[in-house]
């Protein structure tokens, strides 16, 4: 019975350190994207069916990351994706993968 109380001290006490230890992916001190998020100018939870063109998936960025302050430079294309840098004034502070079908962000940085 002493045995068993103790186990499960032990065990209760390991679960609450391991909170302690927690490990980010990101600096949260900096602007980034969060992981898969989706940009609801193109669709909401990648429900969008076609392909949006390319001027309406800059506009989409524009507007997504204008409402946090940054500035988006698309860098290339390939297919429905495209890869962009995020800026904060000069500096690079995310580099991400749009996809014009689902509307999803990706940071890939």
């Not at 032990?10 to 969060?34: C, N, Q």
């Amino acid at each position: 019975m002493i045995k068993r109380l103790i186990m499960t001290g032990i065990f209760l006490l390991s679960l609450s350190v391991a909170g302690l230890f927690e490990t980010h992916a990101f600096d949260r001190g900096k602007k980034v994207t969060p992981y898969g998020d989706f940009c609801n100018h193109v669709s909401h939870y990648g429900k969008h069916r076609s392909i949006v063109s390319m001027k309406h998936a800059n506009e989409a960025l524009q507007h997504y990351y204008g409402e946090k302050g940054l500035d988006v430079d698309i860098v290339s294309q390939e297919g429905r994706f495209l890869k962009a840098q995020i800026k904060d004034g000069n500096e690079i502070v995310d580099i991400i993968i749009f996809d014009r079908q689902s509307g999803r962000v990706r940071s890939i940085r």
